[in-house]
C-alpha cells in the first residue's frame, strides 16, 4: 500500500520558517519523482518544487530562492525548507510522488495546513 504522510505545517509569521517533510512507504522511492505542491483557498493546485531521484530541482518563480527541497533516499524521505514566508505562502501543501515509464503514476499525501500570518 502506497503511503505519503506529510508533516511539519502550522502557524508562522511572515519572515519566519517552515520545514515540511514527507514519509514515503510502499514505493520504491529512489526511482520516483518527488514535488511539494499547494492550494489556497479558491486557487487551483499548483507545483511548488519537484526533485528527481538523481537530485535535479526545480522551483516555482513565486519560490526560488527561499525554499529548498531534498531528499533523502535511505531514509525514503523528501522535505522542503521554507524561509523567509509570506502570507501568499499559505496554502495547503501536498507530498506528491511521479513514477514516470510509459504511464505517468502519482501518488499523493493528504496535506499539511501552512498559515502565515501576524
Known amino acids: 500500500q502506497v503511503q505519503l504522510v506529510e508533516a511539519g505545517g502550522g502557524l508562522v509569521q511572515p519572515g519566519g520558517s517552515l520545514r515540511l517533510s514527507c514519509a514515503a512507504s510502499?514505493?520504491?522511492?529512489?526511482?520516483?519523482?518527488m514535488g511539494w505542491y499547494r492550494q489556497a483557498p479558491g486557487k487551483q493546485r499548483e507545483l511548488v518544487a519537484r526533485?528527481?531521484?538523481?537530485?535535479?530541482?526545480n522551483y516555482a518563480d513565486s519560490v526560488q530562492g527561499r525554499f529548498t527541497i531534498s531528499r533523502d533516499n535511505a531514509k525514503n524521505t523528501v522535505n522542503l525548507q521554507m524561509n523567509s514566508l509570506k502570507p501568499e505562502d499559505a496554502a495547503v501543501y501536498y507530498c506528491?510522488?511521479?513514477?514516470?515509464?510509459?504511464?505517468?503514476?502519482?501518488?499523493w499525501g493528504q496535506g499539511t495546513q501552512v498559515t502565515v500570518s501576524s
Open positions: 506528491n510522488a511521479r513514477l514516470v515509464m510509459s504511464t505517468v503514476k502519482d501518488y
Open positions: 510502499g514505493i520504491i522511492f529512489s526511482i520516483y519523482d
Open positions: 526533485i528527481t531521484g538523481e537530485g535535479s530541482t
